[in-house]
């Protein structure tokens, strides 16, 4: 079953009715088809998204114009760059669509004035950073650290078990910080 927009965000802290109702009415549905970007280097992230369906990866291209993998989002998750998103100042990567995607936005603005507004959305999007932000990254950063490849790929799959029937080798390689003959040499069991 379809997990709903109020679903998703009581599912991170539950709010009271009329916080929700009023936190619901800021929210816009919006289709986007596969390879649409939804930021660019230099733009401003003005907005936080709950995706119902679809895959974004999030890149930067190096200094050899080379696109780096940073993250990737499936299904139902958020996204944002939360650097250019929270300071409100120009993105450093990308955020690409590499499917068809559906998802609810909702701005900046709107954010900031909920946040105001309600206690509880307050102590909603504290918990939305902590679970989403905060501990996501510090296990990027100690997987980077402390895995081999072949543990990096074991522990993606586990996470996303259907993630390479749906994103390239390559981008997944890249994600990974290996090659992709590397890859190809993991997912051959040869390493």
Not at 29 to 47: S, V
Request: a negative charge; proline letters at 3%.
């Amino acid at each position: 079953m379809k997990a709903t927009l109020e679903d998703t965000i009581q599912s991170i802290y539950l709010l009271p009715e009329q916080a929700l109702k009023d936190v619901l009415e800021h929210f816009h549905h919006q289709e986007y088809p596969k390879n649409y970007f939804l930021l660019k280097p230099g733009k401003t992230c003005k907005h936080l998204w709950f995706m119902t369906k679809g895959v974004a990866r999030y890149f930067y291209t190096n200094d050899q114009g080379k696109e780096m993998n940073t993250w990737f989002s499936l299904d139902t998750q958020i996204i944002t760059d939360t650097t250019s998103f929270v300071k409100q100042e120009p993105a450093q990567e990308s955020i690409q669509l590499i499917e068809d995607s559906e998802m609810y936005s909702i701005e900046y603005t709107a954010l900031q004035a909920l946040l105001q507004k309600h206690h509880s959305f307050a102590l909603w999007y504290i918990k939305l950073v902590e679970l989403n932000y905060v501990t996501q990254i510090e296990d990027r950063l100690s997987d980077l650290q402390f895995l081999d490849a072949k543990q990096r790929y074991q522990k993606l799959l586990n996470l996303y078990p259907e993630i390479a029937n749906r994103i390239s080798l390559g981008n997944i390689a890249s994600y990974l910080n290996i090659t992709q003959e590397t890859l190809s040499r993991i997912r051959a069991d040869k390493l």
